[in-house]
């Protein structure tokens, strides 16, 4: 493989890892197969494409990593209720934030002890 000045181009800008790596039209065509990476490789270079999946690779080599249910922030949650509480229902809130409709109450409750 050559390397030159170039980046791979991926959903992950913020931190990402940069792959420098340019490849022959032949390896280009096997680089397109998740079917070569193994195990939960295999299904991240499904999702998220073959550039990702060395990224992360690269990044996360070696560790075991957990993906918390919580997918969003208590203060992102918040805000976000903040801004919806008064266009969007307690369910249609909890199913968005992945929240159950007493948790999303009790933040209603908080945000409006706090005016």
């Known amino acids: 493989m050559k390397i030159t000045g170039q980046t791979a181009s991926d959903i ?6 940069q792959l420098n790596i340019v490849v ?3 390896e280009k065509e096997v680089k397109s197969n998740p079917e070569k990476y193994s195990g939960v ?4 270079a499904e999702i998220l494409g073959d550039a990702a999946t060395m990224k ?3 990044r996360f080599a070696g560790l075991n990593i957990t993906f918390p ?3 969003y922030s208590a203060d992102y949650r918040k805000d976000f209720i903040k801004e919806n ?8 809130l909890a199913r968005t934030l992945g929240l159950t409709e007493r948790r999303i109450r009790q933040i209603i409750i908080e945000i409006k002890n706090e005016r």
């Open 24 to 26: 022959s039209e032949e």
């Open 85 to 92: 509480m008064d266009e969007m229902r307690p369910a249609e």
């Open 69 to 71: 249910q919580k997918l």
């Open 56 to 58: 992360v690779w690269k």
């Open 41 to 44: 490789y295999k299904e991240l």
């Open 12 to 17: 992950f800008k913020k931190d990402s890892v």
